[in-house]
């Protein structure tokens, strides 16, 4: 046991560097991942697989090479699974974190144990379930497990006011998905659905479909008092 003997070399805590990042910084880091969305889909030798947990697995694992080998994004680490900071029973799907690194954003640090901000990823469609509900990016009238559900209930993200969330569409078009889901979010507010408003609406900003990759954004209010979080939507064509 260390405990016994007197020969115990404690291990020095200090971080390798102090980076002070802009105010912009997570929302360049959005813009970093979805730059290595159509990489990681491309790449030669990755598995076609189509299940969300084995298609988050790749892209994280691609994500964090990708960033060891990026100029400015080596001090970033990408998990998955990881609790949320406020509900520890519920997991979020991609976390970018700080690695061996201590990142100061508006006077706060963030050290490889923090978040720097919750990324929500879903399969569009959703897949067919007992409990699954087609509108899943947007809420699940079974469950809650809805995309931007989970982030206006604070179940996901309660800590933050900027969000992602990734869709891997692997049928269809971006085009006739954005016009699918705004009629999710009328429906609900048509149908009085508490805490649901045209303001949750996603607005486009730009579709590359050269690259197969479309990116929304949108903002929405929140329960138990929390402030608005926005939200980016980065879309990867998958079929």
Known sequence: MLANTSDVVTPSTTLSEDVH???TFRYELLDFIADELPRWRD???RKNETSEPALNTQLCAHLNSAARHSAGWDILQFRIEEPDEQDKTRKIDL?????????WIEGRSYTDFDILLPIECKRLPTPKGIKRDEREYVINRHATTGGIQRFKAGYHGSAHTLGGMIAY???D????????????????????EPGWSFRDSIELEVEIKA???TLLRSSHT????????????????MN
Not at 174 to 180: E, I, V
Not at 229 to 234: G, S
Request: net charge positive.
């Open 169 to 171: 569409v692997q049928e």
């Open 95 to 103: 976390t970018p974190a700080p690695c061996n690194a201590t990142i």
């Open 222 to 237: 929140r329960e138990r008092g929390l402030s608005e979080i926005e939200l980016r939507h980065l879309w990867v064509q």
């Open 21 to 23: 990042a802009r105010a």
């Open 211 to 213: 690259l197969g990759l």
């Open 173 to 192: 078009t971006a085009t006739l998905w954005h016009s699918r889901i705004a009629g999710w979010i009328s429906d609900l507010v048509r149908s009085s």
């Open 43 to 45: 790449r030669p030798g």
